[in-house]
């Protein structure tokens, strides 16, 4: 397999479906923030959020520090906003939709759903004007929180919505999957579909039963997937949701796998590898890229050097992320076109 130039992977045509904005933030938002709230974080506990080391660690615990101690203004989430599109945009991401925890942003943060609703979609608004990329903002259930409190977000976003249409594209469901299954979330989804909203939902990211990736499907309804990998378990179910085309948005850097797969295994062993031999359509995505230390162009050169993906991969996979996003069929053709172009060009200078 010929090696492509990190160029080819800075200069690819880009959508992003799987990012959390809490994990966008940059170092030096965060120490603002810490000084602005005086928070207990000491500097060598913010620079620790920023190191990565063979076994990473502690992501989730910045996000809900951030929640809990450093945001209380929807300018806040307005700022995380500016600074994740500028920066998106700036390695190719045409259009992305991101996450937002309203739960914990109302209960912790003290920032109402409107609000900051409102602040998103003024730096979204912005960043297509100034950037270029396009957006859609995902409110994602709290599933360390309760069904009721799932519920309740669910009937925020249906009742901010007008005004707000072409801004929230639909729901998910974030943070730690262990020992919260789909099925506790089956009213909140089924609110969500009854009112139009697309769905989707993290499964099968913390090596939990692959039966957690069919309940999603089958129960809550998703549109797609985030990560999905233990599906790659129960392959006969696995080639029913390829067959399906359901998109599963993984993630190259997932921590789950880097801390438990031996350094020297890890990429050979990810279930990323076996994902597509299964028929089923992934696409890259970062995550939560400054707190991974990854970047868009990062995370689809990690798909080719460390996975060995060729250059039809990539651009199936490119492919896969125009048909999972949340606009309109009109749209991804113009994209499909436009991309597969650049692609192509980009492809055949690499060679």
């Known amino acids: 397999m010929t090696v492509l130039p990190e160029g080819f992977f800075q200069a690819l045509p880009k959508v992003e479906l799987h990012c959390h904005l809490l994990g966008t933030v940059r170092r030096a938002t965060l120490a603002d923030w810490a000084r602005r709230e005086r928070a207990p974080i000491t500097d060598a506990e913010i620079e620790s959020f920023y190191t990565r080391g063979e076994k990473p660690v502690g992501v989730l ?20 906003t500016r600074e994740y599109l500028a920066a998106a945009a700036a390695h190719g991401v045409r259009h992305a939709e991101f996450f937002w925890n309203p739960t914990g942003a109302a209960r912790d943060s003290g920032i109402a759903y409107r609000d900051g609703l409102a602040g998103i979609a003024e730096a979204m608004a912005a960043a297509e004007l100034e950037h270029g990329i396009t957006s859609r903002l995902v409110p994602a259930i709290d599933r360390e929180g309760t069904p009721r409190e799932a519920l309740e977000m669910v009937r925020w976003v249906v009742e901010h919505r007008r005004g707000f249409e072409a801004v929230v594209a639909g729901i998910g469901i974030d943070y730690r999957e262990t020992d919260r299954p789909p099925e506790l979330f089956a009213e909140a989804y089924a609110l969500a579909r009854r009112h139009g909203l697309k769905t989707t939902a993290h499964a099968g990211e913390f090596g939990c039963d692959w039966t957690n990736v069919r309940t999603a499907v089958e129960l809550l309804g998703v549109d797609r997937i985030d990560h999905g990998y233990t599906v790659v378990d129960a392959p006969a179910y696995a080639r029913r949701l390829a067959e399906r085309g359901i998109v599963f948005t993984v993630v190259p850097t997932n921590s789950y796998y880097l801390r438990t797969l031996p350094k020297e295994r890890w990429a050979q062993d990810h279930p990323i590898r076996r994902m597509p031999g299964l028929g089923l359509a992934i696409h890259p995505n970062t995550d939560d890229p400054t707190l991974h230390l990854v970047t868009p162009s ?54």
Not at 61 to 80: G, I, K, N
Not at 300 to 316: E, I, N, P, T, Y
């Open 61 to 80: 615990r910045v996000l809900r520090a951030l929640e809990q101690q450093l945001m209380c203004h929807a300018d806040d989430l307005e700022r995380l």
């Open 298 to 351: 990062e995370a689809w050169r990690k798909m080719h050097v460390d996975f060995g993906f060729d250059a039809a991969a990539l651009r199936s996979f490119m492919l896969n992320g125009i048909a999972g996003a949340w606009v309109d069929d009109s749209l991804k053709a113009q994209w499909r076109q436009r991309f597969g172009a650049e692609f192509d060009a980009l492809a055949a200078g690499a060679g």
